[in-house]
């Protein structure tokens, strides 16, 4: 509540916390997350498969299982799966602010995604999209850079990688919240 003169004895009184809740109601989470498969047997291929819809599916699955229907009904409406890469299996997941850590449980209590075992790995949280596009690119070149020192390719080596990493940050930087 705030007052404040508009004349010279009068005292107008505006209530602002409905404009606050507001604005609250509208903050995110963003939680850049890998799906590890496991066991990490290069013999043993994951399919590739996976999509943003069948993650979506198997956290809705989990919050249930884990946090019952109360849990799902904090998370479900904000909940949303914004990327996904196959080729690195990070993804960026968007949930309320007041409820991420219910999806944050969610993703730690998963262990399989359509049959297939994973680990899934919460790499960063922030509070916006743009922090979150940031670590995802970053955590691209990482990736990219220990597929190379696996390779045992030189780093100016120019591979499909390079062009992977420029369409990557193409397609993470065009996210919208």
């Known amino acids: 509540m705030v007052r404040f003169k508009v004349g010279l004895a009068a005292w ?8 606050r809740a507001r604005y609250a109601a509208l903050q995110n989470r963003w939680l850049l997350v890998e799906f590890i498969p496991f066991p990490r047997n290069p013999a043993i291929k994951a399919p590739s498969t996976l999509d943003g819809q069948q993650i979506w599916n198997a956290l809705k699955q989990s919050i249930i299982s884990n946090f019952g229907d109360t849990g799902w009904g904090a998370v479900g409406l904000s909940l949303n799966v914004k990327y996904f890469s196959p080729t690195t299996y990070i993804c960026i997941i968007r949930v309320a602010r007041d409820h991420h850590k219910i999806a944050w449980g969610g993703l730690s209590l998963l262990t399989t995604i359509q049959g ?62």
């Open 12 to 19: 107008k009184v505006v209530d602002l916390p409905t404009d």
């Open 116 to 177: 297939v075992r994973y680990i899934p790995n919460v790499i960063h949280v922030s509070g916006t999209i743009k922090q979150a596009q940031l670590a995802a690119v970053s955590h691209n070149r990482a990736v990219v850079a220990r597929y190379r020192a696996l390779a045992r390719t030189p780093a100016a080596y120019q591979d499909l990688y390079d062009e992977y990493l420029e369409l990557s940050r193409k397609d993470i930087e065009s996210l919208q919240d």
